[in-house]
Every structure is written in C-alpha cells, then in structure tokens.
C-alpha cells in the first residue's frame, strides 16, 4: 500500500499531530511538498502533502485562511502540515477552523522534526511500494509463464484472474468466448461481445475500457496477435482499476496469449512469433522468462555473446532474410529472425561473428556497390539500410536494439545501406555538426550575440569561445584574449543578459560550445 497521512502520524519519529481531518487520514499520500507561496496551487499536481511553515501568509487571518485551505482542497492536495515554533509558536485558530470547514487534514509539525525527515518518509514508503508491486509483477509473470506452457490459455486465464482478483475471457477471431476463468465469468464476457467487435475493427494492438453505472465491474479489453488484424482479444474484470502488479500480470498474459492462440499456423509462422515474444521479454530484461518460453528452440544463442540487426525496407526485406536463413542453413547455428511494424523492418539477433551477422554485412555491401553502379542487381530493396549493433550479452538486449537503431537512423542520413553501431563510436562527434538542423539551431542561438558584436561594442562571441574553452578559468581565459578578467566578467554577463540564459547551468555551456564549433565548421 502507498503511503497514507495515518501511516505518517503513526510514525513514531514524526512526532506529528492531527489539528483538524483526522477522519480523512486514510486517504494516499503521493508526494510530500514544500512551498512557503501564498498560492502554491499553479505548482500542485493532486495528491500531495503541503508543508508549511506560514513564512508569507497571514495564518491570523481568517477569511485568507478559508480562501488558502479551500484553493489547496480544491487542487486534490490531501493535507497540510504546518511546522511551529519557526513563524508561529502553534498554529493559528483561524487555519485550524478553515481546515476544519473544508474537511482538508492539518498536521502540527514540531520544531524538532525537519521537514525532509518528512520527505524521506514519504519517498520511502512509495519506493518500498513500489517495489514490492514489482516483485510481484515478476513473480506473477513466471506463474503465468508456467501456466501458459502446462496448461495452455485455459491455465493462464485461471492464473491470470487470481493475479488480478477479478476475471479473465479469451474470445477467438469471431469474437465469440473459446475460455474464460472462473467459470461463471462465461456469462459476463458473453455480454461484452459487441464491445469486442468494436475493438476489432480498430488497427492492432487497440485497448478499451468498458464500465460505467450499468456494468458492475471494470474491464479491459485488449487485442490479441501481430498482424494488423487482431486473431483474438482478452477481457480482464475487475472491481477497480488495475495496480502496478496487476498490470504486469496483464501484460505477461497479453505476451504469452498471443503465443497460444497463434499455434495453429505453419511451422514457420509459429515460430516467428515465438520469436518475437522472446525478442519482447529479453528487450524488457526479463532473459529468465525468455529462455522459458524460447526453450530449446534456439539453442545456446540467448546466452552467448549476440548482435542485433535491423533492415528497413518499404519494398520488403525478403532478399536480405533468405540471406540469413541461407547462412545459418549452411553453418548450423540458430538465430532469431522477427518482423516488425508493418513488415518493412526485420530483426536479427544472432551470434556475434557468426554466419548470420557476416551474410547481413555481405549483402548490405553488394547493395551498395549495386547503389554505386559498380555491381549490377536487381532493383528490390533500392531502400534498403541497415543498422548493426556492438556485441552484447543476455541482459543487454535493450541497449543492443537501442544501438541498432542508432546505426539505422544514421545510415539512412547518410545515404548508406549499412553502419556498425561501433563505427558511430570511433572518431569525432564534430562531423555531426554538419547537419543542416544543427547549423540553423547554432545561427538562431549565437545571432543575437553575433549582432551585438556588428555594432562594435565588443567581442561576446571570442570572449565566449575562450572562456568556454578554458573551462570557465577566468584568467587564463583573459590572458587569451589580451584583456583583464573584469572585462571578461563583464562580457560573459552581458551574454546571459543578451541570451536570457545563466552560463552556469551545463546544459547551456554545452549548448552554446557545440553551436560555436557548428558555426566555426563552415
């Protein structure tokens, strides 16, 4: 459970005590906030608690009081500890009477006890929630996991309801119900067969929420599969809305559901999706869960050191994938080979300096010679770009993917049809510059100090580039220049002044270095 305002008085080292609410403390505390402004509110989100100490209010006041506690109640602030013996010795009658009339709970927070011991109560006890949500999300996911492969849809739909304290429906391509778990919740999703056509007809993967006055639970709907039209659907019903672990459990079952309903496919087919279910829970860091579902099926491959490959082509990637599947016919090994989207992208995880990562990097290179005209070849996949990621391990499959991706972006910027993540690491980023978008970025942050310069009132963009290049050392920047450092203090404040930006911030540093280098590159 979150924390709650009961949960913080009981504390034994707050100290604190209930002036007025004390018949709503069970309500969530989601944040601990302190603001001394006479109107906090704009700053709020909902859910918090709002300590005080009253520096800029008039607390006496009661008609500024009633106004305050009303402003704050309205806003979903769930309670306002005020701290005395630093403006005021207690607090005063005219904010515990507004409390009071609005019903908002008010803590007395004694001097001895800081506000951030308050603070770190709170955030501990939303990380320790949060926490055990996630234990028990994982601990879900394997049962669903295990369920799903002894016992088939039927097993995890069971798994799936207790997981949830609610009830779970498969309904098959027609939307008719093929298993629901308990068995009187048959009959419930019966009755939502008009709301999984609606769904239907929407592109995959599509959600909706069905519940309101004439429904006595709230249910989920989610599609099932991975073509664009859905080959099932699951309806999940609950008495509220799902938490953090429930929510796991419901996406697990999603993953593994649509491993099931897909069987009944080629051969082929079948595994790809199993495929990309494994693609999923290793790209999620769950390789436990992947290696359960993948089984044997690919053999060593999850567990030693992969690539990850991805090719783009709105033509298709139909050359390139008999390319892989060539290789790794020849040599033996397993690889993993995923559609993705609407099937303009494929995924590669294979073994690093295996068969497979070498018939991707020798077919991307015979489309690039073809490109140059200095090999002759069919016309598919003119579009055709790759992107390579470094080795990774088990674990590291998000940032393999991610690494992939970025290989991807830059060869299709380059006009290249294949780049190694490990090439993009090696020389200077300065080349990166030459973008276009960047340059016009550095013009419109550098023109106002560039038209100051015009007028010959002085140097801001040398003295800039020189105190940024010293790294902010004032003298040796100065003696750079030929100037005195008060003169240079002088010139830096008028860049802040000219850019309305605080040189003492890094991202700004970072910023304007980076647009003198794109300026000077030209």
Known sequence: MPPTLASLVHHSALKLTVRAGGDRLDVPVRWAHVSELADPVPYMEGGELLLITALKLDAEDPQAMRRYVKRLAGAGVVGLGFAVGVNYDEIPEALVHAADEEGLPLLEVPRRTPFLAITKAVSAAIAADQYRAVTAGFAAQRELTKQALSEGPEGLLAALAAQVDGWAALYDASGAVVAAAPEWAGRRAARLTADVERLRERSAPASSVVGGPEHEDRVELHTIGTGRRPRAALAVGTAAALGTAERYALHSAIALLTLTTERSR???AAEQRIGAAVLRMLLAGQPDHARAVAGDLYGGLLD????????????GHAGIAEAVE??????????????????????VLAADGGAAVAACVEYAAAREAARAGQEPMAGEEDDLVVGLSAPAGPIAAAAAYKQAQQALSVARRRGRVLVEHEQLAAGSVLPLLADDAVRAFADGLLRALHEHDATGRGDLVASLRAWLSRHGQWDAAAADLGVHRHTLRYRMRRVEEILGRSLDDPDVRMELWLALKATSAE
């Open 326 to 347: 060539a290789a790794t016919a020849r040599s033996g090994e397993s690889v993993l080979a995923v559609p993705e989207g609407d099937g303009e992208r494929l995924v």
């Open 304 to 315: 030693a050191p992969y690539r990850i490959v991805l090719a783009e082509c709105a033509s």
């Open 266 to 268: 080629s051969l082929q």
